[in-house]
């Protein structure tokens, strides 16, 4: 079949839509929504390049996972509820069936959160997947980085380090079954899009992980002029990285490896002390664990304190791209 750039996107990227404030999605030169009364729009995007964000071979479901779900955090991060996206793809060729199963776990899951994908661009070029994300707030209610106050408690959302991990099996090549739940929170993040939306009613200050616990909390005090005291021990690990650290580390915690490589995809955020209680049964409503991990401070620095009440310097502070 002659496939044109036209039948490409008439193939793989144009989907049934389901939602009824799309008044035009791919087909024209735009996209046309109509934003809700009361509502405001926000706008997030993040690229994932092939050999950078990923590795070459992932698997192009894990890809469509990814790319998708790494915007849907950061609308997470600010309490907002998906509703479109734009898809800005590069592709090296035409592989039909590459675009069929990146396709199909793209659709499905903009199924899941009943989200439309509304437009987007494809060109010739080395692989790489640029989503742009909207979602819909209540005016006034969202959750930001500099609005976190003295005697907050800090918390987090599910384990963190799992990615972490799990990129490591993956460059050296592990073959331990163990492993695996490790590698699958790598290719497999879930924003905590459902749980943060109802945040919104109990806090203010939210960011996600994903450049690791000392950076993304790093920016929550710099944005908010305040410290933070964060307890190690109370940094909540999954089972999965536990036997890492005991079996491939000598039974340390490499808490630099946990807490500065990021691709977590989990939220960060500080709650009132009157609000623990609802925000640990909202949690619970939604069958997510949450860990208070420390406090917010007035003095403005970030101290990350271990079991022998030792503070710790994490000087390698997250990815850079530069
Ligand atoms: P234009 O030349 O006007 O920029 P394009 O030829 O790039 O339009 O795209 C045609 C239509 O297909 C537009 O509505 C655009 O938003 C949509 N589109 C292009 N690529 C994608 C894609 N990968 N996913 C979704 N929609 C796409
Ligand atoms: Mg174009």
């Not at 035009?24 to 405001?40: I, K």
């Not at 972490?164 to 460059?171: E, R």
Request: with cysteine.
């Amino acid at each position: 079949m002659n496939n044109s750039e036209f039948d490409v996107i008439q193939k793989y990227f144009t989907f049934p839509n389901t939602r009824n404030d799309v008044i035009l999605a791919v087909g024209d030169d735009c996209a046309c929504v109509t934003v809700p009364e009361n509502r405001q729009l926000l706008i997030t995007t993040d690229t994932l390049i092939s050999g950078v964000h990923f590795p070459e071979d992932t698997s192009p479901e894990d890809i469509a996972y990814k790319s998708l779900m790494v915007n849907l955090s950061d609308l997470a991060a600010m309490g907002a509820k998906p509703a479109w996206v734009t898809l800005a793809i590069s592709l090296a060729d035409i592989n039909d069936s590459w675009l069929q199963a990146f396709s199909s776990q793209f659709s499905s899951l903009l199924s899941r959160y009943n989200i439309s994908l509304i437009g987007g661009d494809t060109t010739r070029g080395k692989l790489s997947i640029t989503v742009q994300a909207m979602g819909l707030a209540e005016s006034g209610k969202i959750l930001r980085r500099d609005q976190a106050k003295t005697g907050d408690y800090v918390f987090v959302t599910a384990n963190i380090g799992d990615a972490a991990v799990g990129l490591h099996v993956i460059l050296n090549q592990l073959a331990d079954q163990k492993l695996l739940p490790c590698v699958n929170r790598l290719n497999r993040p879930e924003a905590r899009v459902d749980f943060a939306s109802e945040l919104t009613s109990y806090s203010r200050c939210a960011i996600d992980i994903s450049d690791g616990l000392v950076a993304d909390l790093g920016h929550i005090v710099k944005a908010s002029c305040c410290g933070a005291k964060i307890m190690l021990a109370d940094v909540p690990l999954s089972p999965a990285v536990r036997y890492y650290f005991e079996h491939y580390h000598k039974g340390s915690i490499d808490w630099s490896m946990v807490l500065t490589r990021g691709d977590d995809y989990e939220l960060c955020f500080t709650v009132g002390r009157d609000d623990v209680s609802a925000v640990k049964a909202l949690a619970q409503k939604h069958q997510l664990k949450v860990t208070c991990i420390g406090e917010i401070t007035v003095p403005a620095e970030l101290l990350f304190i271990d079991e022998n009440d030792k503070p710790v310097n994490f000087s390698n502070t997250g990815f850079k791209h530069f």
